[in-house]
């Protein structure tokens, strides 16, 4: 049998920090103490995004058998959004592939102990992705009022003078 390991961050900040490279090493020794064989698909993206580089190669060759099962370290690597999980939900039932959670086998379509994991992980996912994006705008607001530029990148409607932010007035009126 031959597995995708499919490995996510979000940012390129986590890549650094090598979760990544701590994915795709669980991710093999799974396939390797199985006997299985393997593909590794990376992407630097959000859990909320369907359309992913390494994913969507991943798919397709799920689609055209030549992978027959998906490896993840966790549900949240593949979503963090209720549509992502629908889209994910039909590519199992169209492939028929295993799926590999937590190096458990899952059956996110027929086994309801599985399913509602799945389900229960994505309220969970779908939370803490709000919690986050709720931090960031805290943040943000907190730099700004320091007149600092939040990570290195002047948000839309304002601009930078004399190395402080101040509101771009051209800008501030379209937003």
């Known amino acids: 049998m031959k597995i995708g390991i499919y490995c996510r961050v979000s940012t390129i900040n986590q890549v ?3 979760s990544l490279t701590t994915q795709k090493k669980m991710g093999i020794e799974f396939c390797e103490r199985k006997g299985f064989k393997y593909e590794v698909f990376n992407d630097v993206i959000s859990g909320t995004k369907i359309n992913r580089i390494e994913l969507g190669k991943l798919v397709e060759k799920l689609y055209n058998k030549e992978l027959e099962g998906i490896w993840l370290y966790n549900w949240d690597r593949l979503q ?3 549509r992502v999980m629908i889209y994910f939900e039909d590519i199992l039932e169209d492939t028929k592939c295993k799926l590999f959670v937590d190096n458990i086998e899952r059956d996110i379509i027929n086994n309801e102990s599985d399913r509602m994991d799945y389900e229960f992980r994505g309220v969970m996912n779908n939370l803490e ?10 943040g943000l607001k907190h730099k700004l009022s320091k007149d600092e530029v939040f990570l290195g990148v002047i948000p839309v409607g304002y601009k930078k003078v004399n190395g402080k932010l101040v509101v771009d007035e051209m800008e501030g009126k379209l937003i």
């Not at 709000?130 to 960031?136: A, F, G, K, S």
Request: no cysteine.
């Open 16 to 18: 650094e920090k090598s």
């Open 80 to 82: 963090r959004e209720k």
């Open 129 to 138: 992705l709000r919690n986050i994006r709720r931090r960031m705008s805290v």
